[in-house]
């Protein structure tokens, strides 16, 4: 929605500059360009005056101001929910076809019978050793310890001894900080008429998410709108220890600190920016094409607005303004009664599950926009990229908000690698029609980017290796990730019944909870810094092209450029070049300067404050509190830098004993400045204690990871697929070009793809890969 704003008199001789303020500010980016020229023209010159027609001229070839593809789908289910309108959608698919049992003989039974027998004895085993290997607590004064336990024992004993720490902190945060917002017995959605579900629903995903969760209440009835689109974010914390900590402030703005005052003090970069050697640009967009299958809160309220206050030097007031104006988010109108006296709670636009509705939609009308209806497929270009919405600009997808080109390269890639699947299926099942190859791919592309997730860019951020081992341990289990050789299979001969040992991936469901995900959740993968300033294009043989700046990329430019440079060259851009560390002022400029849809200048620094104190996330203590986690007293413990310490102590301030006021730093703030990092991380404690929760929570609370990831459901041809994937192979199989670049080189394609010999620092998951030879630095492509 445009924001309105007085139309400025033309007539008016040296208003140049006002006018193509208030033009910025009504989204009429055209007209503030040539505002801003034409006082050009007339001699008014200056670096703020250049940066502002820079800015209006990006924001114009973006479309920004043509909003998104998701606002008018969004506003039309959100006025059905509103409205007190069934949740459950009726049952559009039809009965799947015969998917044949594979072959059974006696063996399988003996297998079987074996499987569950070591699963038992060695789940009661494990959980014994994990129990006592936490008995005496996982942190030191302050900081977790799990990565230093273990010290005097031998290599392969202490990495095992780490592992058992960090599954005692996973078992610890399931049984306390799975917090579902419905009243006790209030089915999710508060759905009155739970009816049996339809008989598709037990091979195929819906696309709202509804009818996943096949566990019956104790009434006897289902829930069927448990992890479904429009349903509530769980929280992380607010149990019995802390129900009062995930109020939100009275004013989110400015209590108790101003969130543009934080933004420009500890976001902003000084000097150049950090990045990270060991991972390259696919690792910063990848975060953000996997958050949008998990959350999105969706379009803001631009009827209900704020005031964030801008101090008298702060630099956007060269736009003729005295503060921000932030929309709202948009309260749940599905509140009851029974919830008063609760934490505000808010609705998840997509589906909670891990099911590629990034891709897809959360929604059936969404979901047949971008199907082709013919063999399963998604809708292709004849040049293989993704359709333009006349609307917007952007691409057709599942999911278009916040675009740029990073996500536009990812959904074109893995639309590519449905329709590879489909082609597969098809292959080894020519009588299937549209529905069951399209459903069917659907699953296998869904379990390929939580597999590439999992074992890859999580080990790839965070390359500490006993985390490494445990994240293979999620996806295969302790035994095979061990004992399996370069090649692991999910589902091996003999299926371990336990989710430590034989992994969480096909073993039972978990029950800790019915399944969602979380605010917190939502705010710890808040990464922007990630994001580069300028993308370095480079083409296919490595020769520098251009240098894009962030802004060019997004909206309407992510097709424009991915048909300039092709996807072959953005591909290896992206395989090169480093992103943005996770770290305080180290914030891309130009998202602290930006124009988004319906709001004309604004800092995203200050919206993710904003949003954490608006949506009842706790602070940086009170979470930490609340995870298992101990609070820090002083913020000199914080950061060895005491500009730093300088700024959190005079932003936050002292109380009259001269004490830091740590329990009101923002969570945000915390993160970024918390120095004091498990070995070799991306990213601090706090954050990662949400994260191990919900990285196996996304797995184990969903059928089809865990009871349903079988043969019968996904095909004995779709689990080989996602044995075999790899992002390298993902990229390899659709943009074959790429073997000529350093891809060729390197296993883990979230790592920089050098070419030649390797160095640790670089690429230090190679240290602990199995199957790389005697000399793992000699790099893939001397050993092929």
């Not at 996330?617 to 500009?643: C, M, S, W």
């Amino acid at each position: 929605m445009t924001t309105t704003a007085p139309t400025p008199a033309s007539d008016l001789p040296g208003n140049a500059v006002s006018a193509g303020d208030l033009h910025m500010l009504a989204e009429r980016y055209e007209e503030a360009a040539a505002s801003y020229r034409e006082a050009i023209a007339a001699g008014l010159d200056g670096a703020v005056l250049e940066h502002k027609l820079q800015r209006a001229e990006t924001a114009a070839a973006s479309a920004v101001s043509r909003g998104e593809q998701q606002t008018p789908v969004f506003r039309a289910r959100y006025a059905e929910v509103a409205a007190g309108e069934s949740l459950v959608p009726p049952p559009y698919l039809p009965k799947p076809a015969a998917n044949p049992r594979p072959p059974h003989d006696v063996g399988d039974t003996v297998r079987v019978a074996v499987g569950r027998a070591v699963g038992t004895g060695g789940s009661v085993v494990f959980h014994g050793l994990t129990r006592l290997a936490g008995r005496g607590g996982v942190s030191g004064p302050i900081w977790t310890n799990w990565y230093t336990a273990g010290e005097g024992l031998p290599g392969p004993m202490r990495k095992w001894y780490q592992i058992l720490r960090l599954a005692y902190m996973r078992e610890t945060l399931f049984e306390n900080n799975l917090v579902r917002p419905y009243p006790q017995g209030a089915k999710t959605g508060y759905v009155e008429d739970a009816a049996e579900p339809p008989e598709w629903a037990h091979r195929w995903r819906s696309a709202d998410g509804s009818w996943n969760y096949l566990l019956k209440d104790a009434d006897g009835r289902y829930d069927p709108m448990v992890g479904a689109a429009y349903t509530r974010f769980f929280h992380n914390v607010g149990d019995d220890r802390g129900l009062a900590g995930i109020h939100p402030p009275a004013d989110p703005a400015t209590d108790p600190v101003s969130v543009r005052e934080l933004s420009r003090r500890l976001l902003t970069t000084k000097g150049e920016r950090k990045t990270v050697p060991f991972l390259n640009l696919w690792a910063a967009a990848w975060i953000q094409f996997q958050n949008s299958d998990w959350v999105s809160h969706g379009s803001n309220d631009s009827t209900l607005t704020a005031e964030i206050p801008l101090a008298e030097d702060d630099p956007l007031r060269s736009y003729g303004i005295d503060h921000l104006t932030i929309h709202r988010s948009d309260a749940d109108p599905t509140r009851r009664p029974e919830d008063e006296g609760l934490p505000p709670t808010f609705l998840n636009e997509v589906t909670h599950w891990w099911d590629g509705s990034q891709l897809y939609g959360s929604d059936w009308e969404t979901q047949q926009r971008v199907r082709s209806m013919e063999g399963g497929r998604l809708t292709v270009t004849e040049e293989g990229t993704l359709p333009t919405d006349a609307e917007t600009g952007t691409e057709v997808t599942g999911f278009t908000r916040n675009w740029w080109v990073g996500v536009g390269l990812l959904h074109t890639l893995f639309v590519r690698e449905h329709n590879a699947i489909c082609d597969m299926l098809a292959e080894h099942h020519p009588d299937w029609d549209d529905e069951t190859l399209f459903q069917t791919a659907r699953l296998v592309n869904a379990a390929v980017m939580a597999k590439i997730h999992t074992v890859e860019w999580t080990p790839a951020i965070l390359p500490n290796h006993s985390l490494n081992d445990g994240m293979m341990s999620n996806w295969y289990g302790l035994i095979t990730n061990a004992f399996g050789g370069k090649h692991k299979h999910v589902l091996e001969d003999i299926p371990i019944t336990s989710r430590e040992l034989g992994g969480i991936v096909g073993n039972p469901q978990g029950t800790f909870a019915k399944y969602g995900l979380s605010e917190e959740f939502t705010a710890v993968y808040r990464m922007h810094s990630l994001l580069p300033d300028v993308v370095n294009v480079r083409d296919l043989d490595g020769t520098p092209n251009d240098d894009v700046p962030l802004g060019r990329t997004r909206h309407a430019n992510s097709p424009r450029m991915i048909h300039a440079y092709g996807m072959e060259a953005l591909a290896r851009t992206f395989g090169e070049q480093a992103p943005g560390a996770l770290v305080n002022n180290n914030y891309p400029a130009s998202m602290q300067d930006i124009s988004l849809p319906g709001i004309g200048v604004m800092d995203m620094g200050s919206v993710d404050l904003y949003r954490d104190r608006e949506r009842g996330v706790p602070t940086y203590n009170q979470l930490r509190r609340e995870i298992g986690l101990k609070p820090i007293h002083t913020f000199d413990v914080l950061i060895d830098d005491a500009e730093v310490v300088a700024n959190l102590r005079d932003l936050y301030g002292t109380d009259d004993q001269g004490r830091d006021n740590v329990d009101d730093m923002d969570l945000l703030i915390g993160t970024l400045t918390e120095a004091h990092r498990p070995t070799a991380f991306g990213f601090g404690e706090t954050l990662f204690q949400i994260f191990i929760l919900n990285a196996s929570w996304r797995l184990l609370g969903d059928r089809f990871y865990t009871d349903d990831y079988r043969s019968e459901v996904y095909t004995a041809e779709g689990l080989a697929w996602v044995d075999d994937a790899t992002f390298k192979n993902v990229l390899l199989r659709n943009i074959p070009a790429l073997a000529s670049t350093g891809l060729a080189n390197i296993s883990n394609a979230f790592e920089p793809w050098d070419e030649g010999r390797l160095t640790e620092e670089r690429h230090p998951l190679r240290a602990c890969t199995k199957g790389l030879g005697p000399d793992p630095w000699a790099g893939d492509a001397a050993q092929q």
